[in-house]
């Protein structure tokens, strides 16, 4: 085609777009809803890891980090690192904070982090008053709380807290800091002065105790060069982590990318839904213009003209909906920005991304073109000879081998796509696979349901026979219904069924088995005391009270395993720090050997380790191999004698790794207690912290509480999201059925004629219906129970079970909602006005 | 009151672009049992929309309309349309099948809507007694011009009304269909005892009938 006949083409289809436009306004809406949805996640994506990587430095509090864990430090090497950069130690620990009013006191498990005056070295701390955070490390024994913990406890400032046994002011209230790192901060924390730390009694277990020295580069010396020097500096230093910029957000990026893949799969599930429709809008559209285009071939313009016309008119639609919906995901980014700072101290802004704009257009033009192919090929049905008849075909999708490969292999790039950039390509390509699985199976159940229908009128009432014949017609709504409305439905049901059964699992063993209590860091001669003030408290309490000491892995089989183990292998954990480990004389009830046999007592001097199966068979660890664990700094090679059966869901005292008492009983070491009562109320928290000061104590039903709140959040928040795609096939129908409108109308008129009344037509309406969500109901609850089992079964290792309630919200809510648009959208055909019609108007 | 239909002082206005246009005016008649009449005049003189009111598919502007003794103009459509389900068969020139229902089933349509006892049966028979029992199972697109509008009025006349309004029923048929037809509709009014008011063009066909209505510009010029 040479570029005078695209001018002019291009201005025929812009002429003809202008003019009728209403026709096909829903692909303009259904293009514009997923087209929005994907430019909001990228442009929010991008937003947030702009933010984390210009704020690198700030999110880890530093250029560099020099993590001790639980150790102090060398001062001499630090000393060296403070000769030529700023250095701001900070030491980071969990402990009790309750009040001390005279009545109601109460408690919370806090994470107090001690800072010195250089905190922080970038970034700002949102507190209030001005000039407490500077007065922390001026006036002794003072602390500033978060927000939460300010109102739990009811505090107001310069209430007096205890922290342990000591007494503390509160002088302020700390709503965001600045270093929050790879993690969220899930719990309470709280500021104190480095001074302070030396009031407390901090145990190193019980208090999840961290050593951290934040170091900032001052001068003009090139950066990587002081680097270089502080990494010679702590060569020797085993016990040293060094963590950079790069590596602080890892956390954060990771929960980012897993939500958008799982956002971005959801917007393309939307857009091919709307596919669905585009398709079924734009065959309706070329047959209106049917005459039209029998005139345009008689007046001597080909097929493949016309058809650029009308790819062109679709090129021009994806252009502007594009601008306007990468344009509308901007305004999307000040609502996710207040909802972040609130949360994490992250503040993002939009910014225009060429890059992204071209995705969100490339995406919408290869849906548009794999739907759109067989629809305008269809205009090679119609014949200029035709006006001579004043019969027009109905045309029909027309498929040839050629537009099938083609609409396959683009297809293919467009999946390959999405798989691509996302950061589970993997679990991308199952979903896509099982999409188009579901689409193939609803596109067949329609086939049956019309199928079944067609032959058997007989023994039915006249409104029930007219459902059936609009059902078994050949230009039915049904594929359509039940192909969109059944993949929106399955995807909700799935993410229902999911979310009911994680909650439902979490809640479910607070009341069961779960303790009432963990308590961490009983010392070795608190142990008696601890147990006899529980039975004083409570008889009846199920007391269970373990050895605890902390030992890192620094061997399997003389090699150091992070040179061979990678942190995306699931049981990285047991290496990435210093665990906690234990003892005990007797097989644990709830952790059945596997594989081995328990302590050789004949042995006592010899370290035997007892393992947890999973992080074996992870680790590719088997009986008879040796670890060599780092205890108080003293290396001692032991050999893993068996592999138990490990289940940390019941929230008893679970160890990956139990040493032999002979041989480790010996060993420094606290305590760790899991208390539940029979009469709770007995036992007065701040009362025991009189007692125990450097005991903490975490209710469970708290922490499961505060899981559940957010996993509450995340669910309605992901249901919210998947619930356009019901939204996008509920458009996808109703443009069906105003397509179908002449058709209707026709009908209708007949039926007036003929004496039906309305409630008979919308009796029908309602029975059409009926027949096809049934089928939509069972074929969405086989699949979702199918994939949602999967899901809970396979990847979180969960027991699910079939939620029937969930299930009926969703297909009550479903059902009314789509029967609500039905008959909405055919009233308008339910009354045709006779005059026009046999006037041929 | 003896007269199967009476129209009295019948206006019927449309305002179309926001102008008001006088189609009917003052219209009145009668029409007995048994009666044939054939309503004559130029297009556009009101001739399809006088048919539309005494069918209830149209509402006059004022006047009033009585089939029996029943006031068709303070009707509801419920009512109407239960009126027109069992009394009235209509029949255009466009034919009107349900290009998705066979034959069979057009007309069966209306015995179902009346709860008639074995509708296919029946709907059977009367097709058969127009000449079409080769033709039960096919679609309109499937069958000729004087084919569909021998359904049309097999499916007019399955509830045996007692009138019927036929809108230029030869309008679209060729010569040879035409003939076919109106003996068929004739043959059928006289064995039937029913009535028929005819809309037509035809002055063959017009003179086939008992009375002759001309109307002019809306009003009646003639009657006789």
Redesign the interface.
């Given at each position: 085609m040479k570029i005078n006949d695209l001018s002019l083409y291009s201005r025929y289809a812009f002429r003809d777009l202008t003019r009728s436009y209403s026709k096909i306004l829903s692909i303009i809406i259904t293009l514009l809803i997923s087209l929005f949805i994907l430019s909001a996640i990228l442009t929010i994506e991008d937003s947030l890891e702009n933010e984390l990587n210009e704020n690198s430095k700030v999110l880890l509090g530093g250029d560099l980090e020099i993590d001790y864990n639980n150790k102090e430090g060398d001062r001499s090497l630090i000393n060296q690192v403070k000769s030529f950069s700023t250095v701001s130690q900070m030491v980071e620990f969990s402990t009790m904070i309750s009040t001390t009013k005279n009545k109601n006191n109460k408690t919370s498990f806090t994470r107090i982090k001690a800072v010195d005056q250089n905190y922080p070295l970038y970034g700002e701390v949102i507190y209030e008053p001005i000039g407490s955070l500077e007065n922390l490390n001026k006036i002794d024994n003072t602390i500033i709380v978060n927000e939460n913990i300010f109102k739990n406890l009811e505090l107001k400032i310069n209430d007096i807290v205890k922290v342990q046994n000591k007494e503390f002011k509160v002088i302020g209230t700390v709503k965001v800091l600045p270093d929050i790192g790879g993690a969220f901060v899930f719990g309470d924390f709280a500021l104190t002065g480095k001074k302070t730390l030396d009031n407390l009694e901090l145990n190193t277990l019980g208090s999840f105790l961290n050593y951290e020295y934040k170091i900032r580069f001052d001068g003009n010396e090139n950066k990587d060069n002081k680097i270089n020097k502080i990494v010679n500096i702590f060569k020797n230093d085993s016990k040293v982590k060094i963590r950079y910029p790069e590596n602080s957000t890892g956390g954060i990026k990771r929960i980012i990318d897993n939500f958008s893949q799982f956002l971005s799969l959801v917007s393309i599930s939307a857009m091919l839904i709307a596919g669905i429709g585009i398709a079924n809008t734009l065959l309706s559209f070329i047959n209106q213009k049917n005459s039209s285009i029998a005139v345009q071939k008689a007046i001597g313009i080909n097929s493949v003209n016309i058809k650029t016309i009308y790819y062109l008119q679709l090129f021009i639609i994806l252009f502007f909906i594009s601008l306007i919906a990468y344009g509308l995901s901007f305004l999307l980014v000040p609502i996710v920005d207040k909802y972040i700072s609130d949360g994490l101290g992250l503040n993002i802004e939009a910014f225009f991304s060429l890059t992204n704009l071209s995705i969100v257009f490339l995406v919408g033009l290869l849906v548009i073109i794999i739907f759109s192919i067989p629809t305008v090929n269809s205009i090679d049905q119609i014949k200029a000879s035709s006006l001579f008849r004043n019969v027009f075909q109905s045309l029909q999708f027309k498929y040839s081998k050629k537009s099938i490969i083609l609409s396959l292999f683009l297809l293919a790039i467009l999946i390959i796509l999405f798989s691509y950039r996302s950061s589970l390509p993997y679990y991308s390509l199952i979903y896509f696979a099982s999409f188009f699985v579901c689409l193939a199976m609803f596109f067949y159940v329609s086939r049956l349901i019309i199928l079944l229908l067609r032959n058997n009128l007989t023994n039915l009432g006249i409104s029930s026979k007219i459902a059936v014949k609009n059902i078994t017609q050949s230009k039915s709504i049904t594929p359509i219904t039940v192909m969109s409305l059944g993949l929106g439905m399955t995807l909700l049901l799935t993410l229902a069924f999911v979310g009911s059964n994680f909650k439902r699992e979490i809640a479910k063993s607070i009341p069961d088995i779960a303790p009432d209590y963990f308590f961490l860091g009983i010392q070795n001669n608190q142990k008696d005391l601890f147990q006899k003030v529980i039975n004083e408290t409570d008889e009846d309490a199920v007391i269970e009270i373990v050895p605890m000491v902390s030992a890192g892995i620094v061997k399997i089989n003389g090699i150091d395993p992070n040179t061979y183990i990678s942190n995306s292998n699931d049981s990285y954990w047991v290496i990435m720090n210093d665990r906690r480990v234990s003892w005990v004389d007797t097989i644990p009830k709830d952790n059945p050997i596997l594989e081995g046999s328990w302590w050789d007592t004949s042995q006592p001097n010899k370290l035997q380790i007892s393992l947890d199966s999973k992080v074996a068979k992870d680790f590719g660890v088997n009986i008879g191999d040796k670890f060599t664990l780092r205890i108080y700094g003293r290396e001692i090679e032991g050999e893993v004698v068996n592999l138990r059966l490990v289940n940390y869901q019941d929230l008893s005292i679970n160890f990956a790794m139990l040493l032999n008492p002979q041989f480790a009983k010996n060993i420094p070491h606290e305590y760790l207690s899991t208390i539940k009562f029979k009469k709770a109320e007995n036992f007065n928290e701040v009362n025991f912290l009189d007692q125990f000061p450097s005991v903490s104590i975490i209710k469970i039903s708290d922490y499961l509480s505060k899981v559940t709140d957010v996993l509450n959040k995340v669910f309605i928040a992901v249901s919210i999201i998947s619930a356009v795609t019901v939204i996008i096939g509920l458009v996808v129908i109703s443009s069906a059925i105003i397509v179908q409108g002449k058709i209707k109308t026709f009908q209708n008129l007949i039926f007036k004629i003929l004496g039906f009344s309305k409630k008979e037509i919308i009796i029908s309406s309602i029975i059409e219906f009926i027949i096809s969500f049934l089928s939509i109901i069972l074929f969405s609850t086989i699949f979702s129970v199918i994939a949602s089992k999967f899901i809970i079964e396979n990847i979180f290792q969960l027991n699910w079970l079939f939620e029937f309630e969930i299930f009926l919200y969703v297909i009550i809510g479903v059902g009314l909602t789509t029967l609500a648009l039905i008959i909405l959208t055919n009233l308008k055909y339910l009354s045709p006005k006779v005059y026009p019609l046999v006037r041929n108007e | 009151m003896s007269k199967l239909l009476k129209l009295s002082n019948v206006n019927l206005n449309?305002t179309i672009d926001s102008k008001s246009i006088n189609i009917l005016k003052n219209i009145s008649f009668d029409v007995d049992y048994k009666e044939t009449i054939s309503v004559v005049g130029e297009s556009g003189s009101g001739k399809?929309?006088l048919i539309?009111l005494i069918?209830g598919?149209?509402k006059v502007s004022s006047g009033n309309i009585f089939f029996r003794d029943s006031e068709l103009s303070k009707m509801n459509?419920?009512e109407i349309?239960?009126?027109?389900?069992?009394n009235i068969g209509?029949v255009?020139q466009?034919f009107?099948?349900?290009?998705?229902?066979t034959a069979l089933?057009n007309v069966s349509?209306?015995l179902?809507?009346?709860k008639f006892d074995n509708p296919t049966a029946k709907a059977k028979e009367i097709l058969d007694r127009f000449g079409l029992s080769n033709r039960f199972n096919n679609f309109p697109s499937q069958l000729s011009g004087g084919e569909q509008q021998r359904v049309a009025i097999a499916?007019s006349v399955a509830m045996k009304p007692e009138i019927i309004l036929a809108?230029e029923p030869t309008g679209n048929l060729d010569s040879e269909n035409t003939h076919k037809i109106s003996n068929l509709l004739f043959n059928y009014i006289e064995d039937e005892n029913a009535s028929l008011i005819m809309v037509t063009h035809d002055n063959n066909l017009a003179n086939l009938t008992k009375r002759k209505i001309t109307i002019k510009d809306g009003v009646i010029s003639e009657n006789k």
């Open positions: - | 449309y399809t929309s539309m069918g598919l149209e459509e419920d349309s239960e009126i027109r389900r069992k209509i255009f466009s009107y099948l349900i290009p998705n229902y089933e349509l209306s179902e809507i009346n499916r809108d």
